[in-house]
């Protein structure tokens, strides 16, 4: 479809219907926006128009704001400009929403003089998780349509609300039967046969009980709550507080200069970069573009665990058959029945259906036998990590999995080319490193080997999408991206306990920094002991530290494994996963600190902060040079969306940036100054980049022609 036919206007029987067609999701480009101008003038120009409809084609009402144009320079004035068109035309001008539809995607809704939706529609305005707020009217209209304080509940919460809700809110006024653009039509000819004309939501008054200073002093407060290390939602505050003091005209001027300072913020760079970057990560760079994947119609899982059980429903999720093998028959009607529990959950919690529950288990098979894996296109194993029993399996799957399956390995740290050699057919070899609870975290790291074949890798970038996760492409190195960057991060934040801080205090300042929970509580959470067991198993690949990861050690010796049984670096009550400080084991990691002659320091929250984040980099930077990844952005993908950093800090290499890689540096060479060089000498790359002043996406520029100029390593 060119750009003309973007934008189409019809007359029937009085009413003018614009539509616009532009897939995927009718967001609002300048093309768009250039189409529907053009329409106006040639509407200005007609007479007997009674009444205007402003439809969509495809999926959605307009989906929002185009989001690409965000590093340009402001269009705040244009979309001023066009809604301010729709609203002043002098007949009514009805919206017909359907799908979803937000931030600018409702603004231009807001502009309309009726609103019409589909049972089906989902209205809202995300903007605040990006950094920024409403720009296009939304802070202005809304309060003047439902009140201050609705209107503030949905933009501070960045949720969408579903029709029914915005029907009691009043942000529209009915709700379709039938085919929405059709009943949308039929409403028009409604209002005219009434005599109603425009209802313009911009001169309307923001009714005052909603918006007194109680209530905006609370609603403040919360932003502040919900929000830490941010400002964009009081930012939205503020721009709501302008609705109720300023005329219309003056109010958008307002908002306009709000969301353009906000853009300028940290917050909303990190969290926009991440929003791109993410939308980034399924661009393969180094295979042949003609690249296929295969038709993934049917799976098998190797392992009724927790891991195995969690692939299981990701599957089912996506409609897609699964069988499910192993070793003993207990293991797997535990398995099965675990898988039935979670779904119980979401059906108690209002979120699935009974009969939604019972299709989806329907395709969810269990055995005993290797055989039933025979007709699966993708076998997933997710058995404990031991290199012996994967290469096992391995050897078994390449005897019974048919021709062109994909072999997958959900490992954490093991070497997937290692893997790989107990087949035929490493070529159909690939880790599918799902994060846990795998039926919940976006995350998924794809790791390639040197064997394993273009098909193989977008089978498994493309797999990705049904089964909703965020793909990471990475080659084979220990720990992968992940796991590796957290080895140096959780090891200081195990040394800061052994020199005296306690659990509370390493997890607290790392928690008030934006991380989603301190390491300790994640190392409590996933169980102690299985850290203990990673390091026992894989003592070869650290360096040789007495004191490295004694803390784990320690309680685990102690019988303290985490919440499982109550017990690690914190209490646990039963039922209950609040985290209660424990002098025992408190305690314990003191005997343990004397036994080691480890010298005791107080640690400031800035310096538990610098000397777990300072390492994390510091990997990250090897990792991008070493090649492991596709481009620095990954590795921001892999940890705001699998290891709970914070997105409005943009990921681990963003955020160094951002606070300047000389200091990253200085602060590698302070902490190497003081503990040795051990563990803390800083990454090459990031020397270079320091000291020359060149960015990440200079070098990127070229080390990425290198790169496709050269074979892989």
Known sequence: MTGKEIVDLKIEDGVAIITVDAPPVNTITAAVRAGLDQKLDQLSALSGVKAVVLACGGSTFFSGADIGEFDGPPKEAEYRALFGRLESLNVPVVAALFGTSLGGGFEIALACHYRIADAKTRIGFPEVTLGIIPGAGGTQRLPRLIGAEKALGMIISARPIDARTALEYGAI??????????????????????????RRTGAMKVDPATATPEVLSRIEAEAIKLYPNRVAAQ?????????????????????????????????????IH???????????????AETRGRQIGKAGIVGAGTMGGGIAICFANAGIPVTIIDANENGLRRGIETIEATYATMVKRGRLTEHEKARRMSLISGSLSYDALGDADVVVEAVFENMELKKKIFATLDKIAKPGAVLATNTSTLDVEEIGKATSRPQDVVGLHFFSPANVMPLLEVVRTRQTS??????????????????VLTKVCYGFVGNRMMEGYAREAERMVL??????????????WGMAMGILAVFDMAGVDVGTSVHTANADKYPIDPTYYQADFALVEAGRLGQKNGKGYYRYEKGDRTRYDDPEAIAILRQRAAELQVPQFAHSEKEIVERCLCPLINEGFRILEEGIVQRAADIDVVWTSGYGFPRYR??????????GLKNVLAGIEKYRDRFGPQHWQPANLLVELANSGRSVADWEKVAG??????PDK
């Open 173 to 198: 006024d009915r709700i379709a039967e039938g085919r929405v653009n059709d009943a949308a039509i039929a409403y028009a000819r409604e209002l005219v046969a009434q005599g109603a004309g425009p």
């Open 235 to 271: 930012t939205a505050v503020a721009a709501v507080r302008a609705s109720l003091a300023m005329e219309f005209a003056d109010g958008l001027l307002e908002e306009e200069r709000l969301v353009n300072g906000a853009k300028l913020s940290a917050e909303s760079k990190g969290a």
């Open 274 to 288: 991440v929003f791109f970057a993410e939308r980034e990560t399924r661009k393969i760079t180094d295979i042949p």
């Open 454 to 471: 273009p098909g193989t890798i977008k089978t498994a970038i493309d797999l990705s999408r049904p089964l909703k996760k965020t793909p």
């Open 499 to 512: 020199e005296g801080s306690t659990p509370r205090e390493v997890d607290t300042a790392l928690e008030k």
């Open 650 to 659: 943009g990921g681990p290499i963003h955020y160094a940036e951002t606070i």
């Open 705 to 710: 022609h290198c790169r496709q100029s050269s």
